[in-house]
């Protein structure tokens, strides 16, 4: 009888487990079907200008230059266009200076040692090694270097490549930035917002994350909201080439020069975002510690981070719609009166420094909104309050001395 209860009970925890780690797959290839349609989603704009621009580079090399194998020209308009959005009118001349450098050193050594592999070796290394010493970019290397392998295989059948290549670049760059900035230019806000929802989301999810963690003092799920906003290095990237982008399609399409003011929150909320993500490392680092240390967890501390997270919420739903966000500056004051009622019940050394980070992003988050830095401070101070500590010591807003637990300076 005991062997036998024994056994279910075995197969009762095994098969929790089981459901567990099925569950867990589950959501995992849900989230990866979710993060593909996004990516789909956010490519699908630039798939279809490069489809555009190869197809008009080759009729304007073909049919208008008579140039029998327009190659070159399609390959130089999505050359152009699958630079970093934001780079497309730099791309365009660097491939152009490539270009340059390619056909003349190519041409230089075919004139003196003819052609052949040990040749074409050569062309590669003094293209790459000229081009480094003259501090060009990346791509100028890999065009020159392109170039000269194309010149030096291609000049024994093809006569009179240069011109052509020359011609082609000038096409498929040309091309590329007319579908850009006036045949298909795409929607500034459009794409910023949906570059920017990962990153926001991210940071939103995992506060929420730690909150629940540090309301359940569970370590495990704590630390895994850490690590995933570690890495946040795609999410950040992504929105910075978005904000690039935008600008630079602001900039160079006539039709979306009205929309240059609305591309301002975002242009400037990219590094205050950045920052609340740090903060927001800290601030759950530190969560993990004191769970660890067996600090207390007054109430109003998770519920100050969870507010936390719904500002970021705010601000990215009043972004998208163009609307001032309002709510998304109340809930981050909101957030830190909460922190001012847990420092006031009582934390210990790594709780106050939680409460200082809660400011401390509640501070980034304002100034994403568009506040200036000084007056978010003054802000995120009046809404603390002048709170008494458990040791009767309130924290300097200023970043004055006072003896832990202690709330660091804002900012």
Same mark, same amino acid.
Do not use: C
């Given at each position: ?181 006036? @045949?298909?230019?795409?929607?500034? &806000? +459009?794409?910023?917002?949906? %570059?920017?929802?990962? *990153? =926001? $989301?991210? #940071?939103?999810?995992?506060?929420? @994350?730690?909150?629940?963690?540090? &309301? +359940?003092?569970?370590?495990? %799920?704590?630390?895994? *909201? =850490? $690590?995933? #906003? ?21 900039? =160079? ?159």
């Amino acid at each position: 009888m005991q062997r036998v209860g024994l056994g279910e009970t075995l197969t009762d925890i095994d098969s929790a487990r089981i459901a567990e780690a099925m569950e867990e797959l589950r959501h995992r290839g849900k989230a990866t079907f979710h993060d593909r349609l996004h990516r789909v989603r956010m490519a699908g704009g630039l798939a279809v200008q490069a489809g555009l621009a190869a197809a008009l580079s080759y009729l304007v090399s073909h049919r208008l230059l008579g140039n029998p194998q327009p190659v070159f020209a399609p390959i130089s308009a999505v050359g152009t266009l699958a630079a970093s959005v934001g780079q497309r009118f730099r791309r365009t001349v660097e491939l152009i200076v490539g270009v340059a450098i390619g056909v003349a050193i190519g041409d230089g050594i075919i004139y003196v040692l003819d052609t052949g592999a040990w040749q074409l070796g050569l062309v590669v290394t003094v293209a790459i090694l000229s081009t480094i010493f003259a501090g060009a970019s990346v791509a100028i290397v890999i065009q020159a270097a392109a170039t000269a392998v194309l010149i030096v295989t291609l000049s024994p059948s093809t006569q009179n490549l240069e011109i052509p290549r020359f011609v082609d670049a000038f096409v498929g760059g040309g091309v590329a930035l007319l579908v850009t900035a006036i @045949l298909l230019p795409l929607n500034p &806000r +459009r794409v910023i917002n949906r %570059a920017a929802r990962p *990153a =926001l $989301d991210l #940071l939103a999810s995992q506060l929420d @994350l730690a909150a629940d963690g540090l &309301r +359940r003092r569970d370590r495990t %799920a704590t630390q895994r *909201a =850490l $690590d995933r #906003l570690r890495n946040n290095k795609q999410e950040l990237a992504t929105l910075g080439e978005a904000i690039e982008g935008a600008k630079e399609t602001a900039i =160079l399409s006539p039709a979306r020069w009205h929309r240059r003011d609305e591309l301002t929150h975002y242009a400037e909320a990219a590094d205050p975002i950045d920052r609340a993500m740090r903060n927001s490392g800290t601030l759950i680092r530190r969560s993990v510690t004191l769970i660890e240390d067996e600090e207390p967890v007054p109430d109003p501390m998770p519920d100050a981070i969870e507010h936390l997270a719904e500002s970021v919420r705010l601000m990215k739903h009043e972004f998208a719609v163009g609307e001032e966000p309002q709510k998304a500056r109340e809930r981050s004051l909101r957030a830190v009166s909460e922190a001012g009622r847990a420092y006031a019940q009582g934390v210990g050394f790594s709780g106050s420094v939680v409460i200082a980070q809660v400011r401390t992003t509640a501070s980034d988050l304002l100034v994403a909104t568009g506040i200036e830095q000084e007056e978010a401070n003054r802000l995120v101070r009046n809404s603390f309050g002048d709170q008494e500590g458990p040791q009767g010591t309130g924290p300097e807003p200023d970043g004055g001395g006072p003896k832990a637990p202690v709330a660091p300076p804002i900012g």
